[in-house]
């Protein structure tokens, strides 16, 4: 999940831009325009001789991103010809999912799969990703584009499905920043770190489509292609809008079939609290200008989803980690769950899914199985279209809440001997083909976008975003009230019931 509270961002930001301009450095501003034709060719022209330079078009939906060391030039693009809003541009932080390193070898191979950790995915079989694969469906010709942090280059798992003359980074190159930018290419080759790393991206992309290749891990379509669009920091510091708008087009240009964005945030439609906010903090910018930012941003990303649905390209969204109703948070908005042409996925998870495994006087089942909802994963009808596995580090926090090492207390499992709350966690790829234990809905939306890819491939392919919604709600296990509800939406998503 990438941002908690944009808003604060936006609002801080008005202090750092005035500093910069006493200073006479550039500051960044996001633009949207009126059209995508003429008026995109004319506001180039119009930046340059008002004294800026426009850094980055996306010309197919009309917005722009301008720098200019004038002061007061935000003023001087509200009044040029075809332009419609303007926001400050700055880098939105990342809100990390929660994850641990994992080293220790195997004791064995289990659970009808010869990947060597397959016994530990247990989300695989929560969405029935092995009965998908019996029947032949394994994603194969579906492309995903994966918009995050990049993906570990030769990461052994991940390889063979990178298509690697279409991956991209849209961030800038700023050496010798480790890790921020495109220095090295579009995957994650710096080597700023000796060893293994956690690297969002590469977790991500390892439970859509790690590779069947008797090594690590495996994917729910362990045939998909991957195209690694870069738009957030290495080291999952932050993103940049200027690299996730101009990331969603490149996607659906590519004619990629689906768009992973484990990232997204919070942010307040209301103009009073911005306005309590600013005068609380004594922040010297206008609160009726922080709400037209909003509103900028708001509209620059519904431009972005409406172009990829044009193309047929589904786009696949995490819903955030604070925990939150999205029916009952008032004036919160919920980027990007609660946009249109996107489908949002709550995280569920597993309470305890190992302890009858080691422990004589533990219940028969699991405090909780791997279909509960995730006590952090936002949820609500509004912003909620399926759930899917996310992991749980919840016994972990009831461990260290009673004051008990919650890595003290291990169990053995499918032939792992290991902490008890790792098992209810998500093991994926990372960084130097390492492999991390990590939580949260950035890992409950690649597990819906396999499943998404499973689909597809079934279908032949180029599955319109509408259609492709419909058939994953048919084949989608209706858990919690009846219907679309808000932990669920419309169901767990399941890969295996495509294929009955």
Not at 60 to 83: D, E, N, Y
């Amino acid at each position: 999940m990438k941002t908690l509270a944009r808003l604060i961002t936006l609002v801080a930001f008005g202090l750092v831009a005035l500093v910069a301009h006493a200073q006479g450095q550039s500051t960044s501003y996001l633009v949207v325009l009126k059209g995508n034709g003429p008026a995109v060719a004319s506001f180039e022209r119009q930046v340059g001789k008002a004294g800026g330079s426009v850094t980055t078009l996306v010309e197919q939906i009309g917005v722009a991103f301008v720098s200019s060391a004038q002061p007061g030039f935000k003023s001087t693009l509200q009044k040029l010809r075809g332009v419609q809003s303007v926001a400050y541009n700055v880098p939105v932080p990342r809100e990390l999912s929660r994850h641990v390193a994992f080293s220790p070898e195997p004791q064995n191979v289990v659970g009808g799969s010869d990947e060597t950790f397959a016994a530990l995915m247990w989300g695989l079989d929560a969405v029935n990703a092995p009965q998908a694969w019996a029947a032949g469906a394994t994603g194969a010709g579906v492309r995903v584009a994966v918009l995050d942090s990049g993906i570990d280059h030769d990461n052994l798992d991940l390889v063979s499905n990178i298509n690697q003359d279409l991956s991209r980074s849209f961030l800038p190159c700023q050496e010798p920043a480790p890790g921020f930018g495109n220095c090295d290419g579009p995957f994650e080759d710096w080597k700023v770190r000796e060893g293994r790393f956690f690297n969002h991206g590469t977790h991500v992309s390892g439970t859509i489509a790690a590779a069947d290749n008797a090594f690590g891990g495996i994917g729910v379509a362990p045939d998909a292609e991957i195209v690694a669009v870069k738009v957030c920091t290495e080291f999952d510091s932050f993103c940049l809008d200027e690299a996730i708008l101009p990331g969603i087009v490149y996607a659906a240009s590519i004619r990629a079939d689906l768009i992973n964005m484990s990232l997204g945030g919070l942010f307040d439609r209301n103009p009073s609290d911005i306005c309590k906010f600013i005068r609380d903090f004594d922040i010297p910018v206008p609160c009726g200008e922080v709400v037209s930012e909003t509103q900028a941003i708001i509209s620059a990303y519904r431009r972005a989803f409406q172009f990829a649905k044009a193309h047929g390209t589904t786009v696949i969204v995490s819903a955030g980690n604070a925990g939150l109703d999205a029916d009952r948070s008032g004036s919160l908005g919920f980027a990007f769950a609660d946009m249109p042409n996107v489908l949002g996925i709550s995280a569920l998870g597993p309470v305890g899914l190992a302890l009858p495994a080691v422990f004589g006087d533990a219940p028969d089942a699991p405090l909780a199985g791997p279909d509960t909802l995730a006590d952090y994963s936002n949820h609500g009808r509004s912003i909620i279209d399926f759930g899917a596995p996310g992991g749980s580090f919840q016994l972990a926090d009831e461990q260290a809440a009673l004051g008990q090492d919650p890595f003290a207390s291990v169990c053995l499992a499918g032939g792992f001997l290991l902490p008890c709350a790792l098992f209810d966690t998500v093991l994926s790829n990372s960084a130097g083909d390492s492999f991390f234990f990590a939580t949260g809905t950035s890992m409950a939306a690649p597990h819906a976008t396999g499943v998404a890819a499973v689909i597809i491939g079934l279908n032949g392919g180029d599955m319109a975003p509408e259609r492709l919604r419909t058939a994953m709600k048919r084949y989608a296990d209706d858990l919690g009230q009846p219907g679309h509800d808000k932990d669920f939406g419309d169901g767990r998503v399941n890969a295996g019931a495509a294929t009955e």
